[in-house]
Each structure stands twice: as structure tokens, then as C-alpha cells.
């Protein structure tokens, strides 16, 4: 038999508030048995279901550090499935058992074609609640994912907005936030960058380093501890690798570009000052060139 053309028997015998009606004589027992056991059964648990999982849940999300945001709409999911376990509570207590196991048969087969049509909908909104309680990253936050990067707009339940720095807006799946890798930069207190510097094999290695760790200390976006520090790394074609070690504190995308563009521009002018050279790639040809035929040509001439 088709799920859908179960027949709802909506008469009920009243329950036991429509046994007691009918013990003392009350006309339409039954019926007014069944009507106050709907309501006291669905006010009752209502009430006490909504106050004892709204606190627990609202615990659990105080010591998780949920923002508030995050708290108002897992506060009325939780209030929606209260309001529908209520009102299975109030079926039963009215004595409505037939109408409850009617629509509880509807209810499952109503589920399982509605899950197949939205698996995705229901994997991103899945995902969306596993944003908000593990928080991988907050509004105004900046972030990476496959090859993208932006900051952070908006979060719901379905898709995360992300403003890019060309200030385009995407819109993206959270189920594509949270089965791959984000890259949060700006998700702690400090932030360390790592930037190369290239010198010539003629140059002064420890005259380099003093001159990028100098202007380091210098500069009031960098801190001092951790304390930058300079590395050589590589021995390259034409330069040797230099790699500095900063720490930037509270960073924001903003704040740490622009740090490392005046730090990179005033280790270029000092570099210029002190006559150190940031060479550039270059390639070294050999080889013999000839001509043929130029007997010939003199023999023609002639």
C-alpha cells in the first residue's frame, strides 16, 4: 500500500483526560477528552522540553565560545524539533494513536524522497552547523581555499559569502568549506612572515643580514619578540637566498601586506646604499657560429 494513502483516523477515544470526563457524566466526553488532551499534552512538553534543551544546548554552546550569531539559529532548530515532539506527545496523550502512526508513516516516506532531492542542501546545511560550532574561521576573517582567497562576509546555514580583493562576491557551498583545507591567516594573535631576499655570490652575506635584520627592528608593524631572525636557504643560479623571519601582531589583511611592502621596499634602499646587488636570473650562451658557402661566394665576386 502507498505510504501517502494511509487513512488518518482523526476520531480519538479522549485518552485518560476523556476517561475521566466520561466517569463523571461530562456530555462529549470524548470529544473534549480528546481536544484538552492535544493541548496539555503538546503545552506540557513544549514548555519543559524547550526550557531543559534550550539551557543544556545553550551550555553546550557557552562553553564551545559559539558568538551569538551562531546561538540564535541552532536555538530555533532545537525550538522546532521540541514544537515537533510536543505534538507527537499530544496525539498520544488525546489518544490520537492511529492519526500519530498515520502521519508518522507519511512523515518517513515524505523524509526519504525529500532527502534524495536535497542531498546536497542538507550536506551544506550539515556543514553549515559544523561552521558554526567549530568555528575554522569568523565573519571579517580573512581566508584560503582551493586556489581562492577573500574575506569573510557572511555565514548561514547553506553558503558562506566571501568577498574577494578584486571585491568580487562568492557565494560558496559550505560543504566545500569543510571536506577540503582553509587556510585562516589572521585566525590567531600574531602572524609570522617569511621573506626572501636575493644577493649576489660577490656580496657580503653577514653585511646583508645585519642590514634586513636592522630594518626589521625598525620598522612599528613587526615585533621584537619573537625577534626576526635571517636564514640562508639556497644557493641559487645567480644569487644566494637570504630568507627573513618576521612576526606581525594582530594581523589583518591590510595590516600585514602593507607591513611587508615597506619592509621588502626599505631593505632595497639600503641594499641600493650599501652597494649590495639583487641580481637578477641570466643565462651564459656558447657555442661557435659559421657561415657555408662563403668560398663560393667569394670565387663569384671574383
Known amino acids: 500500500m502507498n505510504?501517502?494513502?494511509?487513512?488518518?483516523?482523526l476520531q480519538g477515544d479522549?485518552?485518560?483526560?476523556?476517561?475521566?470526563l466520561t466517569q463523571q457524566n461530562v456530555p462529549y466526553a470524548e470529544t473534549l477528552g480528546t481536544l484538552l488532551g492535544l493541548?496539555?499534552?503538546f503545552a506540557v512538553v513544549y514548555i519543559v522540553g524547550k526550557a531543559v534543551v534550550s539551557s543544556a544546548l545553550n551550555r553546550v554552546l557557552d562553553r564551545r565560545g559559539a558568538d551569538e550569531h551562531a546561538k540564535k539559529p541552532l536555538m530555533k532548530i532545537a525550538t522546532l524539533v521540541v514544537a515537533f515532539v510536543a505534538l507527537g506527545a499530544g496525539f498520544a496523550f488525546a489518544g490520537l494513536g492511529n492519526i500519530l502512526q498515520s502521519l508518522a508513516t507519511i512523515g518517513a516516506a515524505a523524509t526519504l524522497a525529500i532527502g534524495f532531492a536535497m542531498q546536497d542542501v542538507i550536506a551544506n546545511f550539515v556543514a553549515g552547523i559544523f561552521i558554526f560550532t567549530d568555528k575554522p574561521f569568523r565573519i571579517n576573517d580573512w581566508i584560503e581555499w582551493d586556489g581562492n582567497s577573500g574575506i569573510v562576509e557572511d555565514i548561514s546555514f547553506r553558503v558562506t559569502r566571501v568577498r574577494t580583493f578584486?571585491?568580487?562576491?562568492?557565494?560558496?557551498?559550505?560543504?566545500?568549506?569543510?571536506?577540503?583545507?582553509?587556510?585562516?591567516?589572521?585566525?590567531?594573535?600574531k602572524l609570522r612572515?617569511?621573506?626572501?631576499?636575493?644577493i649576489g655570490y660577490d656580496d657580503d652575506i653577514q653585511q646583508a643580514t645585519d642590514i634586513i635584520l636592522d630594518e626589521a627592528e625598525a620598522h612599528d608593524g613587526i615585533m621584537t619578540t619573537p625577534e626576526p631572525s635571517v636564514r640562508l636557504t639556497e644557493l641559487g643560479d645567480s644569487s644566494v637566498t637570504l630568507k627573513s623571519r618576521i612576526w606581525i601582531s594582530q594581523p589583518s589583511r591590510a595590516d600585514f601586506v602593507k607591513t611587508r611592502g615597506e619592509y621588502v621596499t626599505a631593505v632595497k634602499e639600503r641594499f641600493d646604499e650599501e652597494g649590495i646587488?639583487?641580481?637578477?636570473?641570466?643565462r651564459t650562451l656558447s657555442g661557435e657560429l659559421s657561415v657555408g658557402g662563403a668560398e663560393r661566394l667569394t670565387q663569384s665576386n671574383d
Not at 646587488?277 to 641570466?282: C, E, G, L, R
Open 3 to 9: 505510504a501517502l494513502a494511509v487513512p488518518l483516523q
Open 14 to 20: 479522549g485518552g485518560a483526560v476523556g476517561r475521566i
Open 166 to 189: 578584486d571585491n568580487e562576491l562568492l557565494t560558496v557551498p559550505n560543504s566545500q568549506l569543510t571536506d577540503g583545507v582553509i587556510k585562516n591567516p589572521v585566525a590567531k594573535d
Open 193 to 198: 612572515l617569511q621573506v626572501p631576499f636575493g
Open 277 to 282: 646587488d639583487i641580481p637578477y636570473p641570466n
Open 39 to 41: 493541548v496539555l499534552g
